[in-house]
Structure formats: C-alpha cells, structure tokens
C-alpha cells in the first residue's frame, strides 16, 4: 500500500492545510482511485481520468459516484 503523506483525519482521509478534506482532482487516473475503491467503475481501462468517467455518466462527484455503486 502508498505511503500516506499526511496525518490521519476523518474517514481517513488527507486534509489539504487549510484543513478542508483533499479531493481527488479530474485528471486522478482510473488506476489510482481503485487503490482506494476496488473494483470501482469496471470495464474503464486504468489510463482513463476520473474527469472522463464523472463526465461519461453525469455524475458531478466521485463521492457521489461511489455512493452509487458505480
């Protein structure tokens, strides 16, 4: 597993400094969100953004995405 640049927060997850939770930005590729979340949105190649699969399926968030069950 990645070694994790940050101290442990909520849920987790990193807090950018101003402490606000870090999201994912559009160009993560597809390979980097399933270390997190396996087996998330099966059948798009690793090389894809998650921009390009939020966009493909209308969905604004990969909170939302995730909650879905995408």
Do not use: W
Not at 31 to 47: I, K
Request: hydrophobic letters at 30%; glycine letters at 8%.
């Amino acid at each position: 597993m990645a070694k994790r640049h940050c101290p442990p927060s909520l849920d987790d997850r990193c807090r950018d400094e101003d402490g606000r939770i870090r999201a994912k930005n559009s160009n993560t590729l597809m390979r980097t969100v399933r270390q997190t979340y396996p087996g998330f949105a099966q059948g798009v190649p690793d090389d894809a953004t998650l921009g390009q699969v939020l966009d493909a399926t209308g969905i604004p968030s990969l909170t939302q995405a995730v909650k879905r069950g995408l």
